[in-house]
């Protein structure tokens, strides 16, 4: 499909992204929270604890970005932020009572954005679509690295 039309390959991932942040604000909207939230959210329930510096650098956003989005969550009360004890300077992100109670939701509902992006594939295709957009991903941060 890519070179039959000769279309530009950022017009597919800009579509995907934007059906992405529609879903995810749509489905978030019950928690008071929206998709940018959501990113913060996710790497915070593989590890809690996580400081602001490496939240950013996991999500590859800005840390201004991250910090505004890490305090609609500490409004919510989804996380709290407290001084690192290694670090003075820097804060650590910690789910509380709250954010942990959601996470079998968010999960729940990344789990449903994945399935509807990936219904009509089948593993190998699973598969072969993973791998490049690793590839894609690990390409753009070496030239960006320029």
Do not use: C
Request: glycine letters at 4%.
């Amino acid at each position: 499909m890519y070179m039959a039309n000769f279309e530009f390959i950022g017009k597919y991932v800009s579509f995907l992204y934007r059906y992405q942040q529609m879903y995810l604000d749509r489905e978030l909207e019950p928690y008071r929270i929206s998709s940018g939230q959501f990113f913060i959210l996710m790497p915070l329930f593989r590890k809690d604890g996580m400081n602001q510096e490496s939240l950013s650098q996991k999500i590859n956003v800005d840390k201004a970005t991250v910090t505004r989005a890490i305090q609609r969550l500490i409004d919510e009360g989804y996380v709290a932020r407290e001084r690192d004890e290694d670090d003075k300077r820097a804060y650590r992100v910690f789910l509380t009572k709250n954010g942990k109670g959601i996470k079998p939701d968010i999960i729940a509902i990344a789990r449903r954005w994945d399935e509807i992006l990936l219904s009509n594939l089948d593993s190998d295709q699973r598969n072969i679509m993973a791998g490049a957009l690793d590839t894609m991903i690990e390409n753009v941060s070496e030239h960006m690295k320029r």
